[in-house]
């Protein structure tokens, strides 16, 4: 019985997060609905003009160390606790440093690096989150690595379901008191959602960790040879580390861009921070809510493609990628359907926006190469390959930011979308590339691409033949209508992949 749950794990953990992380994406929707209609498209753009500061933050002192605790537990579990204490007085002492840089560097930051002064007194509330954010990496990494991932996903809920009762709580006392509700709450609920997720991880550790003696025994086995622990983790951390910081650099050079270049295609400031808003804060997280389930398949994949590794098991890492291959394109090619048929009634219904709904058609076409992109990335680090992510990546954000640079100037927002995708599809077929020459698989075309292709083909065919709108959906919202007509798709599309579906011995 133990064997057969070990052999389904890495199901379970995927279905697990994925559930999780719907539910949080789902109440993320409802806060960003408030944000939208409390601060508005400029406002949302300034908000999300902070987050290359807190990404650059993440991936110093919390990304690549989570990821290589998580490597390290899952190939050596008997040192999994000695592994969390050292990555985590690294990744702490790290964090303190960042926050108080931010802290007393705010105006000097905002000026000039985010050439937006606006963004200035909202940095100290930002730099309150990134310690907290430490906390929560590095326990999760541990779980991770011991693929117990319920402790990592109710953390992610409770980081959600704190930052929207914070700022709704905080709007409330403010329209009470009559103070106009700004950019900052929506700050300030970021650094509570991020020290309650800290909070949690860190009481879930000490409940469930072993008694408090083998506890300090591991602790002093720790501070005599913290250095042994310390390089062997940093080795692993460092390449990933820079891979994600020159990612963050380049993706954050992207964000202070793109305002930039719309001025210079002949928006106001106002306008152009506005269209930021619109893509960053409306479209892109319609277009990344489906990606619930590739991050959740993504996060298991990395210890139990190391795990396999580590035992010389070719045949279970083989069979992670074909089924990452698989999910991933399933899904991607789902949701080009579903946003080029509904992106434009989800942008009005959700957000009043025509722009939104515009902004999700285009990007449709990213989800197959995004998601496929996401998982096959996971596993080359799982391997070990981190250096040749660090390559693809920044190759891929290179054609982005050409994107951005050259093109926005004369094509507008569209520039920057077509950027995007031309930098999916590339990172794509370099990852797959890679993993081909060092695991040798053949993609099923059948399988992956023109099954899927079908079954979608024949849904959108079938709900074409109900009325529009469906009778059942005129005495509801319009929100509810067009998430009723989706199901009907999805439901559909899936019911024939079922139908389509033979188990095979691979």
Not at 117 to 130: G, M, N, V, Y
Not at 210 to 239: E, G, H, N, Q, V
Not at 322 to 340: A, W
Request: proline share 5%; hydrophobic share 50%; with cysteine.
């Amino acid at each position: 019985m133990t064997e057969q749950i070990r052999k389904h794990s890495l199901l379970f953990g995927t279905l697990f997060l994925t559930a999780t992380g719907f539910l949080s994406r789902i109440l993320g929707f409802f806060y960003r609905i408030f944000l939208s209609r409390t601060i508005g498209a400029e406002g949302l753009g300034i908000y999300q003009m902070i987050f290359p500061i807190y990404g650059i933050c993440f991936s110093i002192c919390a990304g690549s160390i989570q990821t290589a605790i998580s490597r390290f537990t899952a190939a050596d579990r008997e040192h999994a606790k000695q592994t969390l204490l050292t990555g985590f007085v690294i990744s702490f002492s790290l964090s303190v440093f960042l926050a108080a840089l931010i802290w007393n560097r705010s105006e000097f930051i905002a000026v000039h690096i985010l050439m937006e002064p606006r963004c200035a007194p909202l940095l100290p509330s930002l730099a309150l989150a990134i310690p907290c954010t430490s906390v929560h990496a590095c326990i999760s990494g541990y779980y991770y690595g011991k693929e117990k991932v319920q402790i990592p996903a109710l953390a992610q809920l409770v980081e959600q379901c704190v930052r929207i009762f914070s700022v709704f709580l905080a709007a409330d006392i403010c329209g009470e008191q009559g103070i106009p509700v700004t950019v900052r709450i929506a700050v300030l609920g970021l650094a509570a959602g991020e020290a309650g997720s800290a909070l949690f991880s860190a009481a879930a550790f000490f409940i469930l960790s072993a008694p408090a003696t083998d506890t300090l025994s591991i602790r002093r086995k720790t501070d005599r040879s913290f250095s042994s622990a310390a390089i062997p983790l940093m080795t692993l951390a460092a390449p990933l580390m820079a891979n994600r910081l020159i990612m963050n650099l380049l993706q954050s050079a992207e964000a202070i861009m793109i305002p930039n270049r719309l001025s210079a295609y002949g928006l106001t400031q106002s306008q152009a921070l506005s269209i930021y808003g619109v893509l960053t804060g409306m479209a892109m997280p319609f277009i990344m809510f489906p990606s619930a389930i590739v991050n959740s398949l993504a996060v298991v994949l990395l210890p139990s493609v190391a795990r396999h590794q580590s035992s010389g098991n070719s045949q279970g890492i083989e069979k992670s990628i074909y089924m990452s291959f698989r999910y991933s394109l399933y899904m991607g090619i789902l949701c080009i359907g579903i946003f080029t048929l509904f992106g434009e009634a989800l942008g009005l219904a959700v957000f009043e926006n025509r722009d939104a709904g515009t902004f999700m058609s285009i990007l449709a076409w990213l989800c197959p190469f995004l998601y496929l992109a996401t998982t096959m990335g996971s596993i080359l680090n799982g391997l070990g390959k981190t250096a040749v992510t660090f390559a693809h990546n920044i190759v891929s954000l290179s054609v982005r930011l050409l994107f951005v640079f050259f093109g926005i100037p004369r094509m507008g927002i569209l520039a920057c979308l077509w950027g995007m995708l031309a930098g999916e599809i590339l990172l794509a077929l370099l990852h797959l590339g890679t993993l081909r020459r060092l695991v040798p698989f053949t993609p099923n075309a059948w399988e992956v691409l023109v099954k899927p292709a079908f079954c979608l083909f024949v849904a959108l065919g079938i709900f074409r033949l109900f009325p529009s709108p469906l009778p059942v959906s005129e005495s509801v919202p319009s929100f509810f209508s067009t998430s009723l007509q989706i199901f009907l798709v999805c439901a559909g599309y899936g019911l024939i992949l079922l139908l389509f579906h033979r188990p095979k011995q691979h």
